[in-house]
C-alpha cells in the first residue's frame, strides 16, 4: 500500500452501540457498568466517553464548574503571590533575609521550619508578629517533626 492510498483510506463509521456490543462480547456478558471506576472523591470514570458526555465550560470566570476561579473578575483583583522559599542557618539570618527578600518584591513569608527555630520560639513569635499582617504565611514543616 502506498502512500496515497494510506491517506485515502477510510474506516466504517460505527455506533456507540457497536461499541457497547463488543464490549460485552469481549467481557463475556457482564454490564457495561462493570468497567467503570470512581476515585476517592467519587468521581464515574467510565470506560469510553464520547461527544455526548463533553460538557460546555463557562467563558467566564466564576461560571458553572469554576475552572477559571470563584472571582467573577477573575485573577485581575487577585495579584500573584512571590513565595520563594527562604534559606538561613540562624533566626537573625532568615530575618535579615526576609527583609532583603521583602525590599526586592517577595510578598509571602516563605522558609522551612527547623528544630532549632522552634527552640527559639519567643525569638520567632517576635520575627513573624512584625511582618504576619502584611505578608501571607507559607511554611514547609517537614524538617521539624520527629524522625521515627
Same mark, same amino acid.
Given at each position: 500500500?502506498? $502512500?496515497? =492510498?494510506?491517506?485515502?483510506?477510510?474506516?466504517p463509521?460505527?455506533?456507540? *452501540? *457497536?461499541?457497547?456490543?463488543?464490549?460485552?462480547?469481549?467481557?463475556?456478558g457482564k454490564?457495561i457498568?462493570?468497567?467503570?471506576?470512581?476515585t476517592? =472523591? /467519587?468521581?464515574?470514570?467510565k +470506560? $469510553?466517553?464520547?461527544?455526548?458526555?463533553?460538557?460546555?465550560?463557562?467563558?467566564y +470566570?466564576?461560571?458553572?464548574?469554576?475552572?477559571?476561579?470563584i =472571582? %467573577? $473578575?477573575g485573577?485581575?483583583?487577585?495579584?500573584?503571590?512571590v513565595?520563594?522559599?527562604?534559606?538561613?542557618?540562624?533566626?537573625?539570618?532568615?530575618?535579615?533575609k526576609?527583609?532583603?527578600?521583602f525590599?526586592?518584591?517577595q510578598?509571602?513569608?516563605?522558609?522551612?521550619? %527547623?528544630?532549632?527555630?522552634?527552640?527559639?520560639?519567643? $525569638?520567632?513569635?517576635?520575627?513573624l508578629?512584625?511582618?504576619?499582617c =502584611?505578608?501571607?504565611?507559607?511554611? /514547609?514543616?517537614?524538617?521539624?517533626?520527629?524522625k521515627?
Amino acid at each position: 500500500m502506498g $502512500l496515497a =492510498e494510506m491517506k485515502n483510506q477510510s474506516f466504517p463509521r460505527n455506533h456507540i *452501540d *457497536d461499541w457497547e456490543r463488543k464490549a460485552e462480547e469481549s467481557i463475556k456478558g457482564k454490564p457495561i457498568e462493570s468497567l467503570q471506576n470512581s476515585t476517592y =472523591e /467519587n468521581i464515574v470514570l467510565k +470506560p $469510553l466517553y464520547s461527544q455526548e458526555d463533553e460538557k460546555l465550560v463557562s467563558a467566564y +470566570p466564576a461560571g458553572s464548574d469554576f475552572r477559571r476561579g470563584i =472571582e %467573577s $473578575l477573575g485573577y485581575t483583583t487577585n495579584k500573584w503571590k512571590v513565595a520563594q522559599r527562604i534559606p538561613y542557618k540562624t533566626i537573625e539570618e532568615l530575618q535579615v533575609k526576609l527583609e532583603q527578600a521583602f525590599a526586592r518584591g517577595q510578598t509571602v513569608i516563605s522558609f522551612e521550619m %527547623s528544630k532549632e527555630l522552634l527552640e527559639k520560639r519567643d $525569638l520567632l513569635e517576635k520575627l513573624l508578629k512584625a511582618y504576619i499582617c =502584611e505578608y501571607p504565611l507559607a511554611i /514547609n514543616a517537614s524538617g521539624s517533626r520527629k524522625k521515627c
